[in-house]
């Protein structure tokens, strides 16, 4: 079935870095999500991203939609305490425009 | 506005034993899900509400656990009887419609001994 690979599965970076993390599948998808997850939350949606090439900015992160729509890039820019989560890719599923399939997640730690 | 609602927040229970969950979507979302996540993963979906009725539960254990949505507003996820397997954070999420934003609860952390 459809599956979305993240990479790296965690990263610790000082604070004031930039981060960079991707999301791969073997499949094409229209649309590619980026969501946070707080410890003890559930995940709020941050970039949606819905053509190929699309490159989008919130703030300090800006995601791209990869040409060949099998991958998206997030990166965070001038890190900050408040940064550390979990950050996951997710997608519709093919058959299923209104089924999501999400990432296994890259762990992402702010050191002071 | 308050956002999806769930209870309770924690649950330890002993294998073999029941439990439910509930979940309070945000106002005017016709469409609910339920997602299970396991340590370490992301969500993955076990069932889609449109209003009261269930349009995708193919991933739903029907075996032991079920759902309901009586009156197309709250919603409860039961399983019966619990697995060790069953060891999870059990989210809901709501949206205005079905590919709209999802907006999802903080989660249950079920821990079944």
């Known amino acids: 079935g459809q599956q979305l690979n993240q990479s790296p599965q965690s990263m610790f970076i000082q604070e004031g870095e930039d981060v960079s993390m991707n999301c791969t599948s073997s499949s094409i998808f229209n649309t590619w999500l980026w969501y946070k997850q707080d410890p003890g939350e559930g995940p709020v949606l941050l970039i949606a991203l819905y053509k190929a090439g699309e490159l989008t900015s919130n703030g300090r992160l800006t995601a791209q939609f990869g040409i060949t729509r099998k991958d998206s890039f997030l990166n965070i820019s001038a890190s900050i305490p408040s940064d550390v989560g979990i950050y996951f890719c997710a997608g519709p599923k093919s058959g299923s425009a209104r089924q999501l399939t999400f990432g296994s997640g890259t762990q992402l730690t702010v050191l002071p | 506005e308050a956002g999806v609602v769930q209870s309770p927040r924690y649950k330890i229970i002993e294998k073999k034993q029941p439990v439910a969950f509930w979940c309070n979507p945000i106002?005017?979302?016709?469409?609910l899900y339920w997602y299970r996540q396991n340590l370490g993963q992301g969500p993955e979906l076990l069932i889609r509400y449109e209003n009261e009725e269930a349009v995708d539960d193919s991933q739903l254990p029907k075996d032991r656990f079920s759902a309901e949505r009586l009156k197309g507003v709250d919603s409860t996820l039961k399983i019966q009887p619990a697995e060790l397997g069953d060891s999870a954070v059990y989210l809901c999420?709501?949206?205005?419609?079905?590919?709209?934003?999802?907006?999802f609860g903080p989660g249950t952390r079920l821990t079944v001994l």
């Open positions: 999420a709501s949206s205005p419609s079905p590919g709209n934003e999802q907006f």
């Open positions: 106002s005017g979302h016709n469409t």
